[in-house]
């Protein structure tokens, strides 16, 4: 089974950082796409930043210079450096992964999700 666990979420000030992380097993594609999502109370999910099966990223506007993805293949893991964080920064933080055919673009919809974790700003 697929698994994807995050981590590294808490509370901080505005203008702080945090470094989430999220470890995936039992995902077995070769080709890929992988990103974070996050959802404030009573509101859609909101794509932060993704990694397309050809590894190019693609971030919100509204976290563009802020936050920065990347990913550990030797670690199985998946991370998000999240600077210069504002208080609307303030989600549940999902983590998320699709085997796509290579090259193709990314779906809109996800068949695998983590639990989240919670990031709150202040």
């Known amino acids: 089974d697929v698994q994807l666990v995050e981590s590294g979420g808490g509370s901080v000030q505005a203008g702080g950082s945090l470094n989430l992380s999220c470890v995936e097993s039992?995902?077995?594609?070769?080709?890929?796409?992988m990103g974070w999502v996050r959802q404030q109370p009573g509101k859609q999910r909101e794509w932060v930043a993704s990694?397309?099966?050809?590894?190019?990223?693609t971030n919100a506007d509204s976290v563009r210079g802020r936050f920065t993805i990347s990913q550990d293949n030797a670690k199985n893991t998946l991370y998000l450096q999240m600077n210069s964080l504002k208080p609307e920064d303030t989600a549940m933080y999902y983590c998320?992964?699709?085997?796509?055919?290579?090259?193709?673009?990314?779906?809109?919809?996800?068949?695998?999700w983590g639990k989240g974790t919670q990031v709150t700003v202040s």
């Open positions: 039992g995902f077995t594609y070769k080709s890929y796409c």
């Open positions: 998320a992964a699709e085997g796509v055919v290579a090259g193709s673009r990314c779906p809109d919809e996800y068949n695998y």
């Open positions: 990694l397309d099966s050809r590894r190019a990223i």
